[in-house]
Nanobody, 112 residues
Framework: QLQAFGGGLVQAGGSLRLSCAAS????????MGWYRQAPGKQRELVAR???????YYSDSVKGRFTISRDNAKNTLYLQMNSLKPEDTAVYYC????????WGQGTQVTVSS
């Protein structure tokens, strides 16, 4: 089970930190990721982190967002800096596996 939180309303240029708490499963061995879905758009991959720490970022967030994980706390993070209005979306965490698990989503709204 995944629970994402930390979203909110922020002005352009501001920062937010999302967290995703995992219970059960094998968090430390799993690839984890953050996706987002804006109104009327498809869900897209924002960032991904392997169990050993290798990361991937979409071009739209590279240099502004940082994905990290604390395996001791079974928690995934997404530090979002220099936020833009186009970052407005519902953000979801995902546990990659034979069966993928999704968190419930947290709303991020960036005002101009």
């Amino acid at each position: 089970q995944l629970q994402a939180f930390g979203g909110g309303l922020v002005q352009a240029g501001g920062s937010l930190r999302l967290s995703c708490a995992a219970s059960g499963g094998t968090f430390g061995d799993a690839t984890m990721g953050w996706y987002r879905q804006a109104p009327g758009k498809q869900r897209e991959l924002v960032a991904r982190i392997r169990s050993y720490g290798s990361t991937y970022y979409s071009d739209s967030v590279k240099g502004r967002f940082t994905i990290s994980r604390d395996n001791a706390k079974n928690t995934l993070y997404l530090q979002m800096n220099s936020l833009k209005p186009e970052d407005t979306a519902v953000y979801y965490c995902k546990h990659f596996g034979v069966i993928d698990y999704w968190g419930q989503g947290t709303q991020v709204t960036v005002s101009s």
